[in-house]
């Protein structure tokens, strides 16, 4: 089992996060792409101590970037949506 800090990679604080933080009580997160939604789940609820509804999931595919003659990609990546309890919150996203 991975440890919650491999996990969840980082939070996500966008618009549309903060948008569904105060009307659904959703919370964005950049997650491992190995990591299936029952592991974010139990990394969410051990790391901020919150009961968890359900999680959705959604891979991000990286972005052709060109410089100049060179073609590159930004890495791809995954994204989860993490659904709390109500009246429950995370204080790491409090004031943004």
């Known amino acids: 089992m991975k440890e919650p800090y491999q996990i969840i990679r980082r939070p996500l604080i966008t ?3 903060t ?3 105060e009307h659904s009580n959703q919370y964005l997160f950049e997650v491992a792409r190995g990591a299936n ?3 974010i789940k139990r990394a969410v609820e051990s790391l901020f101590r919150v009961k968890v509804l359900s999680v ?3 891979n991000v595919n ?3 970037k060109r410089v100049g003659r060179f073609v590159g990609q930004t890495p791809s990546w ?3 949506v993490a659904t709390l309890k109500v009246g429950e919150s995370i204080e790491f ?3 943004v």
């Open 93 to 95: 996203f409090e004031g």
């Open 15 to 17: 618009e549309k996060g």
């Open 78 to 80: 995954k994204k989860a």
């Open 19 to 21: 948008d569904l933080k």
């Open 56 to 58: 959705r999931t959604l």
């Open 62 to 64: 990286g972005k052709k």
């Open 37 to 39: 939604k029952i592991e």
